[in-house]
């Protein structure tokens, strides 16, 4: 993304109507007749001198609401009941954060929700997601209504490729957008938020389906949902089948004796269980479309990767930083059958064990797998009294304790760090890189 070329002849501040997008949407309504609509973009963060020739370091903020799976930005994809305002978009050629538009009502709309996320097209394009949420005021014997509008634009202008009307209502806590393969999906889950009702996978440069998702009882449960797309979990008499599905809805592999699965960024974790000499914790890559194990002993206690959906109430499918992935990487803690404790790092594309512990080394040492992250080379244990940095490529100490933890790769040789502690204690984000290269350091 070059961003000299960035919405390079907006004001401080634009706005403009959708006038000039020309999708319909699911009503027959054309977009230039979707009434209450504007785009607005906040003013650049670029210096008005020039740039230096290589930005190498960037704040990005004291809490973490930064967020993506290839490309960093505060769109998160959740649907909030306040005006969506500064939102920014990282730029790893140049180093900056930009503006990137934004949809607000007009007219007498009112409004009521909105959310946003970056995604991309099949060509690797940019695209920018809002959903907007606002409600039209009755008028004489017409009744009150309230809907919710699709609006994609590209990183060029502040007027969108396409606006779409949706047949449903998009809320807070229920309805989440999120970034995948070719595109982006919304999630709709129950008025508790922790079981899916369905997803939707929307092509970015037409707001076409690409797959619409809402099993019924007999056909199972959505399992997850990830980058690349879905699994659907069977219930009885169809317990312990999966099957995974692509953004398009092709069937990508089937497998029975399973329960108890887990998104990562690319892939799903399956635990089978019982007395069976294959018991255990079993990957299916979504992109090779194959399936390994078993690669741990048991299904780990918390949410794997970093990036993808994990149920949590109001926040659920929200993307949130846990320190059990980077990467290719994922870090597999848990206990096995008989109780035993066990920790892992696996690589899901060569798609081998990198390193591990075992549980008279966790239990002698009194780790707190809880509290244990794994970050570039480095693993980062939480114990007493010495908190240790372990480079699991080659089994040594670097450190004791430590005052950095990376969060997460970007393009560009861009790391995302947190300044934390081994106490948790997180005073800020920064993203950085290496003078000539990739960031190379400090890890720790």
């Known amino acids: 993304m070059n961003s000299s070329k960035w919405l390079a002849t907006v004001p401080v501040l634009v706005a403009l109507t959708f006038t000039a997008a020309c999708a319909t949407a699911n009503d027959g309504t054309k977009a230039s007749e979707i009434k209450g609509l504007t785009s607005t973009v906040a003013s650049s963060t670029r210096p008005s001198a020039a740039l230096p020739q290589r930005v190498t370091h960037l704040e990005v903020s004291s809490n973490a609401d930064f ?6 930005s ?15 978009l990282f730029d790893p050629e140049e180093g900056v954060f930009v503006p990137i538009p934004v949809p607000s009502v007009q007219g007498t709309d009112e409004f009521v929700e909105a959310g ?13 997601v809002n959903a907007l949420t606002a409600k039209t005021p009755s008028v004489g014997l017409t009744p009150e209504s309230i809907h919710t509008d699709l609006s994609v634009f590209d990183g060029s202008s502040t007027v969108p490729l396409h606006t779409q009307r949706l047949p449903d209502v998009l809320q807070y806590s ?12 919304v999630t709709i889950s129950n008025s508790d938020g922790d079981v899916l009702d369905s997803v939707r996978y929307f092509d ?32 009885p008499p169809n317990a312990g089948v999966i099957q995974f599905f692509s953004t398009d809805g092709t069937k990508l592999g089937e497998f029975s004796d399973f329960r108890d699965v887990a998104s990562t960024d690319n892939g799903f974790l399956m ?23 078993p690669i741990a002993p048991g299904m780990p206690k918390y949410d794997v990767a970093t990036f993808v959906s994990g149920l949590s109430g109001e926040t659920h499918f929200y993307h949130n930083y846990n320190g059990n992935s980077y990467g290719d990487l994922l870090l597999l803690k848990g206990r096995d059958s008989d109780g035993k404790q066990y920790l892992k790092i696996y690589d899901t594309v060569a798609k081998k064990e990198l390193y591990q512990l075992t549980d008279e080394q966790i239990t002698s040492l009194k780790v707190d797998l809880d509290d244990t992250s794994l970050g570039g080379d480095f693993l980062y244990l939480k114990k007493d009294p010495d908190n240790p940095v372990i480079n699991w490529r080659t089994g040594a100490t670097a450190a004791s304790g430590w005052t950095l933890l990376p969060v997460a790769p970007f393009a560009d040789g861009w790391v995302l760090l947190k300044r934390s502690n081994p106490e948790n204690d997180t005073t800020g984000y920064f993203i950085a890189r290496g003078p000539e290269g990739p960031y190379a350091g400090p890890w720790f």
């Open 67 to 72: 967020f993506g799976l290839d490309r960093l």
């Open 74 to 88: 505060n769109c998160d994809g959740q649907m909030r009941n306040r005006p969506l305002k500064d939102r920014k």
């Open 116 to 128: 946003c996320t970056v995604a991309q097209n099949r060509a690797g394009e940019l695209r920018i």
């Open 174 to 185: 229920k309805s989440v957008l999120s970034p995948s393969k070719n595109g982006f999906n």
């Open 204 to 235: 970015p440069d037409t707001l076409q389906l690409t797959a619409n998702v809402a099993p019924t009882r007999d056909a199972g449960y959505i399992a997850g949902v990830n980058n690349d797309g879905y699994a659907i979990a069977g219930l």
């Open 271 to 293: 635990g089978r269980v019982g007395d069976r000499p294959d018991a255990g914790v079993y990957y299916f890559d979504m992109r090779s479309k194959d399936i390994s194990g």
